[in-house]
């Protein structure tokens, strides 16, 4: 399995978050990608090729211009502002209530576009954002070539990122970009699986109202963990999208694997009875039992099976990273669901 | 002119607040109200009282009564899941977009519940809250019992604060309490003119829909300074609220007390022709030009005259403290404001 994957990714370095009133360090960190690498080398899954440059057409099918834009110039605009600051952070947000306006203001629209205190932007950030949109495109085209899968070894992740938000460490949605590229091909029928501890609001929220993009999410339950206000059965989608949104949460703390794979059977057989042409894998492991900030209890093992699993739906299949910060296992977690759809 | 003021509402201290990615120590301090009161002490403007305990019911009138409810038992809740830390701060906002829910996370609902970052929860947070409110209808009583004028010396400040949002330092909204408990006491129409340097976002809300609460407010342009979502000049109100919120925004740098002056004259206008039948005023001294954290021109001495330009509406007077954190001329200005309105 080729995977697609760009140094520029690490200028995204030395953010922070704010946790239990603290400034830490963030838990989404470049060695992340290192471990990754290491695994992806140590068992030779195969090439490890630099994506082309894309243009930001697709992403901006499914995030609106302004916030593509907003993304590409915050850095220096704020810098301008705050010369001797090393980031931005905002601190003031557009919740619900009456509707809000987008401000001129840089710290508030900092806000504005934020879902929450984690996703800072660095100097390196934007560089950072688009080499990883630049892995998912390039994992695309390499399906759409016909290949049976592929790895875009995506960071920051994308999931979070809503239309016009960024929280959770993502900022662009790979994801929902490749899917949105599949369509754009010719392509009818997606399925987004995501794997990833958190519920992935931000491409339920982008795909909420549409048909062509089936997306199901196996995550912790909402009401217990992050992002909190989204991510609840009931959230099964909108107007056309009315049944195309499948929520499986899980209770923290007790699901095991055996718990686990009851709900990816659910989705499993509901990608098959949509006949989607190609599954996208937001393959995030921070379900792993020894995850820093997250309370499933997987072992690295059943990363294997997780992988045979979503091979035996027999569909195109591109893997895109997203959460895991269990850093020392990361690499051999990740590999092995690989190397589990791989059948090796 | 009587003023109503607790000693508890010193116990919500030692609060941090984030900016510009860094924790930092709150500009809404307890030094904030020493300083009024000893220039209250210094020009005898009159008694100062401590104020009867009130019940929530008043509060829960204007604040929903699960916000009311989570304001009293947040910190119990959050110290027995984080007993290392001093304070409650969220980290995640329940922002714009697919409706969100209240989760059961006290994390998560300290978000839900929140505007921003500025809001944190010590042990003594309730206590001061409680306090504040406990002001404002004592405040309430003195002139619905035929007093021409009184001071509501409330800390924390309140309007920022909507039916279920903390923020901006505010939890209970202390002058909408006040204004709900005049029309339950059998008033029709209360003016509430906010002159703090920030629009006063939570009053709006609480009354948007309203027509017996006239709400101005006098305020940096939002498109520059916080709030930044809300406060521009075209939001008027909806539905038997519509024509009943006037916000007269003000450019940053560049308000003088001229320019302030006229958009008060429009205020007072308004209000006259309202036929209110009490005033409300949102003391903020945040208009100075000294203030840390705005960018207005107003001096000392404009305050008595803002003082007199209220008297002016010959109506019964209730101030309610709101911001300002030059701390060190705030005792000045506030009670010039204060002695203005009394002629002295
Ligand atoms: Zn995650
Ligand atoms: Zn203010």
């Known amino acids: 399995m080729i995977t697609f994957y760009s140094e520029r990714q690490l200028e995204h370095c030395g953010v922070t978050e704010v946790l239990s009133g603290e400034v830490v360090s963030s838990f989404e960190c470049p060695e992340r990608v ?135 460490y993502c900022y662009l949605n790979n994801a929902a970009i490749a899917a949105q590229a599949y369509l754009d091909s010719g392509c009818k029928k997606i399925a987004i699986l995501d794997v990833d501890y958190h519920h992935g609001n931000g491409t339920q929220s982008i795909f909420y109202d549409r048909d062509d993009v089936l997306f199901l999410s196996l995550h912790a339950d909402p009401a217990q963990d992050y992002p909190h206000y989204w991510g609840y059965a009931d959230e099964t989608g909108v107007g056309p999208g009315e049944g195309f949104n499948l929520n499986l949460p899980l209770p923290i703390n007790r699901t095991d694997w055996s718990l686990y794979r009851q709900a990816l059977d659910k989705a499993l057989a509901a990608i098959q009875s949509y006949g989607a042409e190609v599954v996208i894998v937001s393959l995030g492991l921070d379900t792993f039992e020894q995850d820093p900030i997250s309370f499933f209890k997987l072992k690295s093992d059943n990363y294997l099976e997780l992988g045979q699993l979503i091979a035996g739906l027999n569909l195109p299949t591109q893997f895109v990273f997203e959460g895991g910060y269990a850093t020392g296992a990361l690499g051999l977690n990740t590999v092995n669901v690989l190397e589990g759809f791989s059948g090796r």
Chains 1, 2 share one sequence.
């Open 34 to 168: 290192d471990q990754v690498l290491n695994r992806l080398r140590e068992r030779s899954l195969g090439d490890i090729l630099a994506p082309e440059s894309f243009s930001l057409d697709t992403a901006c099918r499914v995030h609106t211009p302004d916030y593509v834009e907003f993304l590409q110039t915050v850095w220096p605009r704020w810098h301008q502002m705050y010369p001797d600051t090393t980031q931005a952070i905002p601190y003031c947000f557009a919740v619900r209530g009456l509707a809000p306006r987008c401000p001129d203001h840089v710290e508030g629209q900092l806000g504005y576009y934020s879902l929450d205190m984690t996703a800072s932007i660095v100097p390196g950030t934007w560089n950072a954002i688009k080499a990883a949109m630049d892995c998912a495109l390039a994992g695309q085209q390499h399906i759409a070539g016909g290949a049976r899968s592929v790895f875009s070894l995506c960071r920051p992740p994308g999931h979070h990122a809503t239309a016009d938000q960024m929280g959770g």
